[in-house]
Antibody
Framework: QVQLQQWGAGLLKPSETLSLTCAVY????????WSWIRQPPGKGLEWIGE???????NYNPSLKSRATISVDTTKNQLSLKLSSVTAADTAVYYC???????????WGKGTTVTVSS | ETTLTQSPAFMSATPGDKVNISCKAS??????VNWYQQKPGEAAIFIIQ???TLVPGIPPRFSGSGYGTDFTLTINNIESEDAAYYFC?????????FGQGTKLEIK
């Protein structure tokens, strides 16, 4: 059964770059789209963007200028970098898998990122 | 961008109750809506796809309905284990967007 394991720095200062990784275990990496989603405290979920195994991406325009999603197919991992963070980027960040017929069918447990000076 | 308005934000139910959670889209999105269940510290679970299709392995007390702009998640004969946060997702157009979520408490 496929599992998504996430990790990354949990505490950042304003203007730093957020960096998270999501590893895929127990399933194929190719043939899927992989998304990053976030949820600020007390707010709803926000889709950040997605990537497929060949590197094709789609981003939310609200974050496109600061977000970079990439893949390492040799490690079955995807990564998120978000530059110039502010307190507004404080959130739980999730990765999720999508197929051509099922969008976001498998999710990671989330990683909490706090931006504070 | 499609806005999803989900309601209620919070609800309380008693075991055996039937509950409905609404998700209204700001534009026609066909049946491109999924529903998820999430418990604290756990990964979200995919429960309904394409508005009405129960994901394999999900108990049949869960069901989804709707098309176009109005969608509903229904839980029949609520059990204590159904206490969770529920949210809808539209994947009809980019950017994908989510409802604000519903916290379901079981008394």
């Amino acid at each position: 059964q496929v599992q998504l394991q996430q990790w990354g720095a949990g505490l950042l200062k304003p203007s730093e770059t957020l960096s998270l990784t999501c590893a895929v275990y127990g399933g194929s990496f190719s043939g899927y789209y992989w998304s990053w989603i976030r949820q600020p405290p007390g707010k709803g979920l926000e889709w950040i963007g997605e990537i497929n195994h060949s590197g094709r991406t789609n981003y939310n325009p609200s974050l496109k200028s600061r977000a970079t999603i990439s893949v390492d197919t040799t490690k079955n991992q995807l990564s998120l970098k978000l530059s110039s963070v502010t307190a507004a980027d404080t959130a739980v960040y999730y990765c999720a898998r999508s197929t051509t017929t099922m969008v976001m069918d498998v999710w990671g447990k989330g990683t909490t990122v706090t931006v504070s000076s | 961008e499609t806005t999803l308005t989900q309601s209620p934000a919070f609800m309380s139910a008693t075991p055996g109750d039937k509950v409905n959670i609404s998700c209204k889209a700001s534009q026609d999105i066909d049946d491109d809506v999924n529903w998820y269940q999430q418990k604290p510290g756990e990964a979200a679970i995919f429960i309904i796809q394409e508005a009405t299709t129960l994901v394999p392995g999900i108990p049949p007390r869960f069901s989804g309905s709707g098309y176009g702009t109005d969608f509903t998640l229904t839980i029949n004969n609520i059990e204590s284990e159904d206490a969770a946060y529920y949210f809808c997702l539209q994947h009809d157009n980019f950017p994908y967007t989510f409802g604000q979520g519903t916290k379901l408490e079981i008394k």
